[in-house]
């Protein structure tokens, strides 16, 4: 079983008194749900699920609470998501730490068909050590944060993970700055078709003089993104278009046309 996240225990530990009361007593569901608190862990998360789904997430909470108690780890991962995002509860990030740190704390057996719920939860703990949670214990920690999205990049090969953690490679939050590394880190996520990582990726071998084949990443990224990665991915490729010739720009928007091409093979 994985054990590398055992240096969250103390974090744990220390938070679980104070948690201990936070998700209060719950309703008895409906003697019409077809389930109870008693229920397996898997029919009580199919439950929630479909509540869930079906917009009564008030149920969906419930029915997942009572699976997490029984150790269900799917169950676990979609109430702390449900916390952290405060969607059908309220906001509490620190109860969503302590979820996601349980997760990482029991670990996966390896080929589990909970490994991808683990992985996820060692990446939201990742973000939260990167920013701390105000007025909470949890304060930011950018060589925890790092280590965990390693972990996540290079255990589970998880492109989200491998883009955080270039980018932390090449700020050097958390370590050294390694752009060698980074740049590894960024292809194998832009390969598994992260726009975000591709763009990065095109922008840093741009800095490194390879206009034409940098802006034609980035550009390709650009073309491909979701809306609130092109947020911050517009003004990097504007900017790079205005530094390059008009030559080195039309050969890198064909360039780019391939790319696309070729990544969605």
Known sequence: MLRECRSLTLVVLSLAAALGASCGAVRA???NAGVTKESGPF????????????????????AYR????????????????????GDGVTENDLEAFKIYSEIAENGVEPGSQDTGYFANALISLAGYYRRGIPDTPVAADLAQAR???????????VAEAQFQLAK?????????????????????ARKKGHAGAMGVFGNVIFQEGQTVRGLAYMTAALDQCSPKDRQWLQPM??????LATESDRRVAINMSHTIRTSEAD
Not at 43 to 62: H, I, M, Q
Not at 147 to 157: E, I, V
Not at 237 to 242: G, I
């Open 66 to 85: 009572y699976a997490a108690e029984k150790g269900h780890t799917a169950s676990r991962w979609a109430l702390a998501n449900m916390y952290a995002d």
């Open 168 to 188: 932390m490679l090449l700020s050097g939050d958390g370590g050294s700055v390694n752009v060698q590394q980074a740049k590894k880190w960024l292809n194998r």
């Open 29 to 31: 569901f409906d003697p």
């Open 43 to 62: 029919a009580l998360f199919k439950f929630g699920f479909s509540a869930y789904k079906n917009g009564r997430k008030d149920e969906a909470v419930e």
């Open 237 to 242: 490729q504007e900017q790079a278009f205005s």
């Open 147 to 157: 280590q965990l999205y390693f972990q996540a990049a290079s255990t589970f090969g």
